[in-house]
């Protein structure tokens, strides 16, 4: 069965610096990854998918995500953090379950952004 | 602009009681998700469903039922609220296929006391 592992569970940085937000994937097969965010008291918005080539994946926001089949990982990135970032980060694979393709999701990165 | 609209933001309901939350999408999406979100345990998926009358157990099923009698509307139901399903509830939905994301609902913070 496939899972998703988000190695913190919060992350602290600073307005303007730069961010990398873990994910760490489990599957036997190609995978479908995704990023999501969900802002205090909303419902989830995706940020990014991969699905195949180019492995440097960019998103909405100024996000971007680099698939490393080796390691099995979809690290989240942006340059500079603003503070409207802080928010809930999760990653999802998205795997063939009963004929149907189900994600999973990651246990979610808290991110909060100091001034 | 795609929508998946949700019946309540809050509610708060007594043990016992039979609860149902409400579920509709407007873009004919085949696939429809309710998920329950706790602190620290991230998303778990309850029940899915991949077509009209069609449903699909996830990880944590028990305690609760699921119901999509049309293609744009997928209702959660506790037959018998208990204080361990307060939770915050989300609902998705999502085209077929393997590469298209899921679209969520703005959620329901249901309170059993």
């Known amino acids: 069965a496939q899972s998703v592992t988000q190695p913190d569970i919060h992350i602290t940085v600073s307005e303007g610096a730069s961010l990398e937000l873990r994910c760490n994937y489990s599957?036997?097969?190609?995978?479908?990854l995704f990023w999501y965010v969900q802002s205090p008291g909303q419902g989830l918005q995706l940020l990014l998918k991969?699905?195949?080539?180019?492995?440097l994946v960019q998103g909405i926001k100024g996000f971007e995500a680099e698939f490393k089949r080796s390691q099995s990982s979809f690290n989240l990135r942006k340059p500079s953090v603003h503070w409207s970032d802080a928010a809930e980060y999760f990653c999802?694979?998205?795997?063939?379950?009963?004929?149907?393709?189900?994600?999973?999701f990651g246990r979610g990165t808290s991110l909060i952004v100091h001034p | 602009d795609v929508k998946v609209t949700q019946s309540s933001r809050y509610l708060v309901k007594r043990t016992g009681e039979k609860v149902f939350l409400e579920c509709v999408q407007d873009?004919?999406?085949?696939?429809m998700f309710w998920y329950r979100q706790d602190p620290g345990l991230g998303l778990r998926l309850i029940y899915f469903?991949?077509?009209?009358?069609?449903?699909e157990k996830g990880d944590i099923p028990e305690g609760y039922s699921v119901s999509r009698e049309k293609k744009e509307r997928f209702s959660l139901i506790l037959e018998s609220a208990s204080t361990n399903q307060t939770s915050m509830y989300l609902c998705?939905?999502?085209?077929?296929?393997?590469?298209?994301?899921?679209?969520f609902g703005p959620g329901t913070r249901l309170t059993v006391l």
């Open positions: 998705a939905s999502r085209a077929s296929g393997a590469y298209n994301e899921q679209f």
């Open positions: 599957y036997g097969a190609t995978p479908y």
């Open positions: 991969y699905f195949s080539g180019d492995t």
């Open positions: 999802a694979v998205g795997a063939l379950a009963g004929g149907s393709y189900i994600p999973t």
């Open positions: 873009m004919d999406h085949e696939n």
């Open positions: 469903s991949y077509d009209v009358k069609m449903k």
